[in-house]
Structures are given as C-alpha cells and as structure tokens.
C-alpha cells in the first residue's frame, strides 16, 4: 500500500538566499560565494516587472574559466539565468523534484507570488523526500 503525505517546498528551502546585483561583477559573486561557502546566487530584479536570474558556480567554470573570460570584467547578468528557474513555496516537493530532475536543475528559486522566499536545491529536496516517506511509511494506519 501506497502512504501518500505532502511536504511542501517552503519546509526544505533555504530562507533569505544571498542575492547580487546583475552588475556586480564575478570576481565580486566568487568572492562571495567563497566567504559564505554557497555555491549560488540570486540575480536581483532590476525593478517590479523584471525577473529573478540564478547564478550557480558551475555557471562560472563553464562560461567564464572555461571559456577563458575574465572574472573582473565579466558582469553577473551576462552569466546568470534569467528568468531563474522557480517553483512555488507551496507546492508539494514531489512534485518539485519531477520538474528539476526533469529538465536537468540543480537549484530553484522559491517564490510566493512574486515575492522571493527561498532558494532550494535538488540534493535537499531528494533527501528530505527519502526521510519523510520513511517516517510516512513507518507510522501506523489510524483506524
């Protein structure tokens, strides 16, 4: 028999990811992402009709050091997706997890609405998963 239960994203996220500005440069992001020992960053909005981008390390090492570019005259918006990939805070990380692994995600923005309230990545969300359908599983059926 099937235990079916629902964990939503907002459980499993990140609060308050680190932003950057998009003109920050990558020397700035890198730097950054060193001291606090992270491996992204959310890409500001411009203003309230703009998106979000997300900025991962390996976005770096692949078009940057891979390419050959310089850090400090390489600005975080020419690097950054954008839009950022997103889910919603409530939505069930089942479900999230389907959409990342499908098309190939690492991490996501968590928004409510339009407002950012996390930042969460598919390592955290699998493990999560795996942990809570084991407690699911092991808790007896009510009557």
């Known amino acids: 028999m099937s235990h079916s239960f ?3 994203v907002r459980e499993v996220m990140t609060r308050d990811p680190e932003r950057i500005g998009g003109l920050a440069t990558l020397e700035e ?3 950054r992402m060193k001291a606090l020992h992270i491996s992204s960053l959310v890409m500001e909005r411009r203003d309230a009709q703009d998106e979000f981008g997300l900025l991962l390390i390996a976005d770096i090492a692949r078009e940057v050091i891979g390419q050959n570019r310089p850090l400090s005259r ?3 918006y ?3 997706a954008k839009p950022a990939p997103i ?3 409530d939505m069930n990380i089942k479900y999230a ?3 990342m692994a499908r098309f190939g995600l690492s991490h996501c923005v968590v928004l409510r609405g339009r407002d950012l309230v996390g930042l969460v990545t598919l390592r955290d969300m699998t493990i999560r998963y795996i942990e809570a ?3 699911a599983k092991d808790k007896p059926l009510k009557s």
């Open 6 to 8: 629902f964990l939503p």
């Open 29 to 31: 992001a890198l730097k």
């Open 74 to 76: 390489t600005n975080v």
């Open 78 to 80: 020419e690097i950054a």
């Open 87 to 89: 889910v919603e805070a």
């Open 97 to 99: 997890i389907r959409y």
């Open 133 to 135: 359908a084991g407690s």
